[in-house]
């Protein structure tokens, strides 16, 4: 088991503060021995649970494809002829900035999936910084042309709603989906959710307005978005309303963005 300390720490996300925004890899060995059970049982399919597939076997920000490339052989090996090895597609992701022609080769590689999951979340460099995601727009677009050029069926992670958005970040997401879905990728569009444990879990529901649903069911019509964004409205209010009911006892609550004005920056978390 590796482990260190990472910047991945978006704070509309409960995994990294499960465990401290600490990486935690579960060895090639411990793996392989997972994977040769799975082929003595007849089972067929090996998958990942990530955020954030290209960072196995890294203690940096920075992948590390020696790592991921022993481990995909292994699992290939393991799995034998007849089964099949998904890396990068549900339930896992790939940060954009991780995308390179390299690592893309090596899941085409090793792997057998036809798409891949990048996680934007937002179409606004101001939201993408107040979410801490260590990321930039440009670099979603880098990572959608890329993979589409190396043969892969892109889907865009985008959550709609998002604590401190104004109209001018709610333009650029669409603008920013409408882009995507030219290239040929498609947006898995989502809701913001306050959930528990994150630091924006104080945040209101994530409110998506008429105008926004009309461009996001137009883009749904010609196919270029899917996804359960519609009922994750109805369980976002839920859990505000769970939140407003039950207050935790004996802490203070979490300061959240505020909508600025437009060309103004957000205002960020200040007790995270």
């Known amino acids: ?129 107040a979410a801490k995601r260590g990321h930039g727009v440009e670099e979603v677009k880098r990572a959608a042309r890329l993979g589409i050029e190396e043969g892969f069926r892109i889907n865009v992670d985008m959550i709609f709603g998002m604590p401190g958005e104004n109209q001018d970040d709610v333009d650029d997401s669409l603008t920013l989906a409408r882009e995507l879905a030219d290239l040929g990728a498609r947006i898995h569009a989502h809701t913001f959710m306050p959930l528990p444990g994150t630091p924006w879990r104080d945040a209101p529901p994530g409110d998506v307005d008429p105008e926004t649903i009309r461009e996001v069911d137009r883009l749904s019509r010609r196919g270029a978005l899917y996804g359960h964004w519609q009922k994750q409205r109805d369980h976002a209010a839920r859990l505000a309303a769970a939140a407003e009911a039950y207050p935790r006892p004996g802490r203070s609550r979490t300061i959240l963005p505020t909508a600025p004005a437009a060309g103004k920056p957000i205002d960020g978390c200040a007790t995270c």
């Open 1 to 129: 088991m590796g482990s260190s300390l990472s910047k991945f720490r978006c704070r509309f996300c409960q995994t990294p503060f499960m465990f401290s925004a600490k990486f935690r890899h579960r060895s090639i060995e411990n793996v392989r021995w997972h994977v040769d059970q799975m082929r003595a049982r007849g089972l067929r399919d090996v998958r990942f649970i990530t955020p954030t597939a290209l960072s196995y076997g890294s203690q940096t920000d920075e992948p590390n494809l020696d790592a991921v490339e022993e481990l995909l052989a292994s699992c290939k090996e393991g799995i034998g002829p007849n089964g099949r090895v998904f890396f990068g597609s549900f339930p896992s992701e790939i940060r954009p900035e991780h995308v390179s022609r390299e690592a893309l080769r090596l899941v085409k590689k090793y792997c057998d999936n036809n798409n891949i999951i990048v996680g934007a979340q937002s179409g606004s460099d101001r939201v993408l910084d």
